[in-house]
């Protein structure tokens, strides 16, 4: 399988606690980003990667997400201290950033249900 | 600020007709569209998408129009196929594809 691949594909965790999602891109895909996508909505953008470089996040992502793709190739999303308003499928995605690969690929998703 | 609009949440249609699905935008900047089609607990599937210098793009079934003048975008599925029944969202980004917006989604049923 040659996708983008998230995990864990479930992750339920109590209030208050640290939850960490891996993504692995497509090979050689250098740019990353991450999505969240509740209910009823359309995917809303977290955070972009270009290689290592983190170059875009979002005004609304709380100092309680971070974000790193260390070495340019996978990239991991920690959400610490877990509010109930963080649930929601955390969504990976990657583009090969070549003149016609501009298109992004989303992996399954990884649902994250605090309680 | 919601800069990509799906304002149809719901689509049905029988099978074999035609489904006409759409979706406006508001940021003259936008370079590159795109649809994805997504299943329940699954991440979403590119289908098909269109860079600003084209007005319609085919892939089999699948035909995406642009109207730059509106800021308009439509995608058409001939014919509808049950399998086809999910949820659609539409996309876009500008030049640097640092961020790609998403429409809210429209959830398509196909009768048999």
């Known amino acids: 399988d040659t996708g983008v691949s998230q995990n864990p594909r479930h992750k339920i965790t109590k209030r208050g606690q640290n939850v960490t999602f891996r993504c692995d891109p497509i090979?050689?895909?250098?740019?990353l980003y991450w999505y969240r996508q509740t209910l009823g909505q359309g995917p809303e953008f977290l955070t972009y990667f270009q290689n290592e470089a983190q170059l875009e996040k979002s005004r609304l992502l709380s100092d309680r997400f971070s974000a790193e793709r260390p070495k340019g190739s996978f990239s991991t999303l920690e959400i610490q201290r877990t509010e109930q308003g963080d649930s929601a499928m955390y969504l990976c995605?990657?583009?090969?950033?070549?003149?016609?690969?501009?298109?992004?690929?989303f992996g399954e998703g990884s649902w994250l249900t605090v309680v | 600020d919601q800069q990509v609009k799906q304002n149809s949440p719901s689509l049905s249609v029988q099978e074999g007709r035609i489904s006409i699905l759409n979706c406006d935008y508001t940021n003259s900047m936008f370079d590159y569209f795109l649809w994805y089609k997504k299943y329940p607990a699954e991440g979403p599937t590119f289908l098909i998408s269109?860079?600003?210098?084209?007005d319609k793009n085919e892939d089999g079934r699948f035909t995406v129009f642009l109207n730059k003048s509106a800021k308009h975008l439509s995608l058409h599925i001939v014919p509808s196929q049950p399998g086809d029944s999910a949820v659609y969202f539409c996309?876009?980004?500008?030049?640097?594809?640092?961020?790609?917006?998403f429409g809210s989604g429209t959830k398509l049923n196909v009768k048999p």
């Open positions: 995605a990657s583009s090969s950033g070549l003149p016609s690969g501009n298109t992004i690929y």
């Open positions: 269109i860079s600003s210098i084209k």
């Open positions: 996309a876009a980004s500008t030049y640097n594809f640092n961020k790609f917006y």
């Open positions: 090979s050689e895909h250098n740019r």
